[in-house]
């Protein structure tokens, strides 16, 4: 639901034979590399409307010579040896959980996107597995049990959080199985991190609420920056950034709630996190503004329309629903970043085919959309095609 605080840079292999240089760093599975159309390949995921995992695979590179904690990477030879020989790769995503409201389904698109395009171009065996109950500890197990039956040839995981899965995430690599991660912030050795920065989000929620307050002439001063689980790195930084923005530009703005002082949690569950703004602003008569750092915005919108506070309370959140594209519409909610759930689930296979075929290491080129009134009617639309809903 974010980015890593560590930006992984890609190392050039200096040019000797760069084929050459990448055999002896990854093993021998790039031999036919020259024979994949990885242009092609980008093409088919941006016709899909995948754009952003089509910049990453057309920025695809040489791998970095070293990992985050100075190691090296070498392909497994098993797999290796099965992309010489023609055959499948299996290709696993492992997500946090399969039942969060909105998430959970749009990961869900995004995986049988990006594998029903893969297979356009060779081999691979798909798996999408995610813990139930939810939990890290059970997330590592689920991924643990894969890689002792020797399963997994390629992996890509949206963690539960930023720590827990870095020792498995490094498990694998050691083994000389490619790891990608996507969604939330990690700290492993996998290759690309693809995801937010949650400090450059919150700026860019500030900013975005400062140029509405300008076109509108809007005077806040009194805010709430909440989320579903506050104790996440992504969710406390996506705060911290935007009250450093709001404050930057409103030296005297209060908040209510925010990262650092008075967390509210109003949890993932629909019904739980209503509940919790509408005690929310039946306590704190003198808020104006807001902010979920998650999903939980449509459920702030509806509870300031039930409070009869249109017009004197507003929002803003991340990600798109029906709910909150309804809210923008009502003037309400002031807009809706999209970080690209289904593009973030794509990303894997995307990568995992084009790393395992030419070699090459697709960066992170992740990038939120904001969906305001000015775009609204093409947020509709993109979003109807990507859940095939009519809304």
């Keep these: 639901m974010s980015r890593s605080k560590n930006i992984k840079r890609l190392v050039v292999v200096p040019i000797l034979g760069t084929a050459l240089a990448l055999t002896q760093l990854s093993g021998s599975a790039f031999a036919a590399g020259a024979k994949f159309d990885l242009a092609g390949f980008a093409k088919a995921f941006n016709a899909a409307g995948y754009d952003q995992v089509a910049d990453g695979i057309n920025r695809a590179d040489n791998p970095p010579l070293t990992l985050a904690d100075g190691s090296t990477f070498r392909l497994s030879k098993k797999i290796a040896d099965k992309i010489k020989a023609g055959k499948a790769?299996?290709?696993?995503?492992?997500?946090?959980?399969?039942?969060?409201?909105?998430?959970?389904?749009?990961?869900?698109?995004?995986?049988?996107?990006?594998c029903n395009i893969a297979k356009k171009f060779g081999p691979i065996n798909c798996k999408e597995v995610a813990p139930n109950p939810a939990?890290?500890?059970?997330?590592?197990?689920?991924?643990?049990?894969?890689?002792?039956?020797?399963?997994i040839d390629c992996l890509s995981i949206e963690p539960?959080?930023?720590?827990?899965?870095?020792?498995?995430?490094?498990?694998?690599?050691?083994?000389?199985?490619?790891?990608?991660?996507?969604?939330?912030?990690?700290?492993?050795?996998?290759?690309?991190?693809?995801?937010?920065?949650?400090?450059?989000?919150?700026?860019?929620a500030a900013k975005t609420l400062l140029a509405w307050m300008k076109k509108t002439g809007t005077d806040l001063t009194v805010f709430s920056a909440t989320g579903g689980d506050t104790t996440q790195y992504w969710a406390q930084h996506r705060m911290m950034g935007?009250?450093?923005?709001?404050?930057?530009?409103?030296?005297t703005a209060t908040f209510i709630n925010s990262a650092t002082s008075n967390q509210?949690?109003?949890?993932?569950?629909?019904?739980?996190?209503?509940?919790?703004?509408?005690?929310?602003?039946a306590g704190q008569p003198k808020l104006q503004f807001i902010l979920s750092v998650d999903i939980g915005a449509e459920h702030a919108t509806r509870a300031i329309h039930d409070a009869g506070l249109d017009g004197k309370v507003f929002s803003m959140g991340w990600n798109v629903s029906k709910g909150q594209l309804d809210g923008i519409e009502a003037g309400t909610q002031v807009a809706a970043l999209d970080q690209g759930w289904a593009q973030q689930s794509a990303f894997g296979a995307a990568a995992c085919m084009a790393y395992l075929h030419t070699g090459r290491v697709a960066p992170n080129t992740q990038h939120l959309i904001p969906v305001s009134k000015s775009n609204l009617d093409a947020a509709r639309v993109a979003f109807n095609k990507l859940t095939g809903a009519n809304n």
């Excluded at 790769?89 to 869900?108: C, D, H, K, R, T």
């Excluded at 939990?135 to 399963?151: C, E, M, R, S």
């Excluded at 509210?264 to 602003?281: E, F, H, I, R, W």
């Design 135 to 151: 939990g890290p500890t059970q997330q590592v197990a689920q991924i643990q049990a894969l890689l002792n039956t020797g399963q």
């Design 264 to 281: 509210l949690n109003v949890s993932y569950d629909p019904a739980t996190t209503y509940d919790a703004y509408k005690a929310l602003l």
């Design 160 to 204: 539960t959080d930023s720590n827990s899965l870095t020792d498995i995430t490094n498990a694998a690599m050691k083994k000389g199985i490619p790891v990608f991660t996507v969604g939330v912030s990690t700290n492993g050795n996998e290759f690309t991190n693809w995801t937010q920065i949650p400090d450059l989000e919150g700026l860019y």
């Design 242 to 251: 935007f009250e450093k923005g709001i404050k930057a530009a409103i030296p």
């Design 89 to 114: 790769f299996n290709y696993v995503e492992s997500i946090q959980s399969n039942g969060i409201a909105l998430f959970s389904p749009q990961y869900m698109i995004g995986y049988k996107a990006s």
